[in-house]
């Protein structure tokens, strides 16, 4: 599945001068007798490496990561798409954010801020957005204005039944828009209903170019062009470029370039973020590789409670787990404070929702689950003997701590009595495997969750995938009811105390079966200055640094 790229040789600044000088060596050689051909054109050889060494920098200290243009970052995967409109992992949403523009956006410390828009006003299920003047799509002929038709295409394909989105912009009933390059425009959402989330899930929703969409179809996503404050350059197997794009509407990169390195294995991505390869690495190291690299001195290292929650997916459709009784087996055979300790270094706490402590939706009274391993095995030994054996596959991505913490949660549940076979897979093999009901368990992250209506996307029975991420196939009447009140629920008190029912429903259902709330880590090189961690862990920061 994966596209190895052909590498081209670089020409060195120094090849002018190895020409020069080596030449006219090699040239003279041709006068000397045979034997003295042999042995002279030996050394003469000898010498013309050591000189080309010494010219072209081979064996120099000189990295990558001394580019003072460049930034480079690295990262555990690549996007599964780098079309926006289907983009749903959090690497290609994440991307997608620095090529293109939303509307508005949560923001570093999880506010809504403006994006496209500067202000905005809500009356009347009215939403009326003030644009920015100067958004644009980049091109080698010149930057293209966005259009007013740009706008009323993004929403008509983010409302369309195909895209992941739709469901959370289902109360918008009417688009209107007006733009103007110089002066700015308007935009006007008409609702057919109050949404609680709707500028929240706006932030999902980024503007496409209608006519370059229309030509490229379904390939747009290879060449994505967006309003956003970075162009795309190029994408292959093992990195994305991205280049700056200078008097942004918005925000201005400080840095001309970005390359973002896709290195899967961690112990290699560690390497090469201490050698001085990798500029930044947030959120994708093992926790032991960051407990190193503190001890090692010399680096910036940003702790901070985020919004990243740990799980097993459960397949509830399949004949043995869709009983609860055997979820809670699982759930109780699981020793998470173990896990946190030894394997995480401590940089995790256990997880008992879908929005950790970090959020102001999050309810504090349900206590994590219980390692139990008596009543476990009680457990399995009943389902055991009503369904001749139990044996459970598990399935995680390829990556290094994903497989580490597999193995754990593995054994521990051998432990209890369940065969467990563990399984691992280059990540897009694995997500689509996620996406289409391939597994019985699954270890997950949710990232970056800000809104409660998340518990709508994750468990509604009509958001089942491909449309929607409820991809364990939970069915409970009650809770689609739920959910779909608290879209309508404007006050803000009355919101969080409505979410926290919604919650300890899927908790005691152990529709999922939550694992752990790790912090937020990034490292960053001494010579990357302005770095500011974001609380929902995307690359907005980007924006904002500046290298020596």
């Not at 983010?158 to 739709?166: E, L, M, N, R, Y």
């Not at 926790?287 to 919004?307: D, M, N, T």
């Not at 995480?344 to 256990?350: G, K, Y």
């Not at 563990?422 to 093999?429: I, N």
Request: glycine share 6%; aromatic share 8%.
């Amino acid at each position: 599945m994966q596209h190895h790229p052909q590498h081209h040789p670089q020409h060195h600044p120094n090849d002018l001068k190895f020409n020069r000088w080596i030449f006219p060596i090699f040239m003279r050689s041709d006068r000397l007798d045979h034997a003295t051909t042999v042995s002279t054109s030996r050394a003469l050889r000898g010498i013309a490496l050591a000189i080309f060494v010494a010219l072209s920098g081979w064996g120099c200290t000189k990295k990558a990561g001394d580019d003072p243009n460049t930034l480079f970052v690295g990262i555990s995967a690549g996007p599964a798409t780098l079309d926006p409109r289907f983009a749903t992992d959090a690497v290609g949403m994440r991307l997608g954010s620095l090529l293109f523009s939303s509307i508005v956006r949560v923001g570093p410390e999880l506010d809504i801020i403006g994006e496209a828009a500067s202000s905005w006003k809500y009356d009347k299920l009215t939403y009326t957005f003030q644009l920015r003047p100067g958004l644009s799509f980049p091109s080698a002929q010149g930057d293209r204005p966005m259009t007013a038709d740009d706008l009323i295409y993004t929403f008509a394909q983010a409302q369309a039944d195909k895209s992941p989105f739709a469901s959370a912009l289902k109360s918008i009933a009417k688009v209107e828009a007006t733009y103007d390059a110089k002066t700015g425009g308007e935009l006007k959402l008409k609702l057919s209903q109050f949404s609680a989330t709707l500028l929240t899930d706006l932030s999902t929703v980024k503007i496409l170019p209608k006519n370059l969409v229309e030509a490229a179809g379904e390939d747009f996503g290879k060449k994505p062009i967006g309003t956003g404050p970075f162009e795309f350059v190029s994408a292959d197997a093992n990195e994305i470029r991205l280049k700056a794009r200078a008097g942004h509407a918005y925000a201005t990169p400080q840095v001309p370039q970005v390359v973002f390195k896709i290195v899967r294995e961690d112990n290699t991505r560690f390497l090469k973020f201490i050698k001085g390869e990798l500029d930044l690495i947030q959120q994708d190291l093992p926790p032991a590789k960051i407990s190193e690299i503190e001890k090692r001195g010399g680096f910036q290292v940003f702790k901070y409670p985020g919004l990243s929650m740990t799980y097993i997916l459960v397949n509830l459709q399949d004949p043995l787990l869709k009983s609860r009784e055997a979820r809670e087996a699982i759930s109780s055979a699981l020793n998470r404070e173990e896990i946190i300790r030894f394997k995480l270094e401590s940089l995790a706490q256990p997880a008992t929702s879908i929005l950790s402590p970090a959020n102001p939706f999050h309810d504090g009274t349900l206590a994590p689950p219980k390692f139990d391993l008596e009543l476990s095995k009680s457990l399995m030994k009943k389902i055991s003997s009503a369904t001749g054996g139990v044996e459970l596959t598990l399935k995680t991505s390829n990556s290094t701590q994903a497989v580490e913490n597999g193995k754990v949660l593995s054994h521990q549940l051998d432990q209890a009595g369940v065969k467990t076979k563990l399984q691992s897979f280059e990540w897009g093999t694995f997500y689509d495997d996620i996406k289409k009901g391939n597994f019985q368990l699954a270890t997950m992250k949710w990232v970056g969750t800000t809104d409660p209506d998340i518990y709508r996307s994750a468990f509604h029975s009509k958001e089942k995938p491909p449309g929607g991420k409820n991809r364990g196939g939970y069915l409970n009447a009650e809770l689609d009811q739920l959910v779909e009140k608290g879209l309508l629920i404007e006050d803000h008190a009355k919101r969080v105390a409505h979410y926290k029912k919604v919650q300890r429903m899927i908790y005691e259902d152990l529709a999922i079966i939550p694992l752990w709330y790790e912090f937020e880590v990034a490292v960053v090189s001494p010579k990357v200055e302005g770095y500011s961690p974001s609380k929902n862990g995307d690359f907005s920061a980007l924006t904002k640094l500046r290298k020596k």
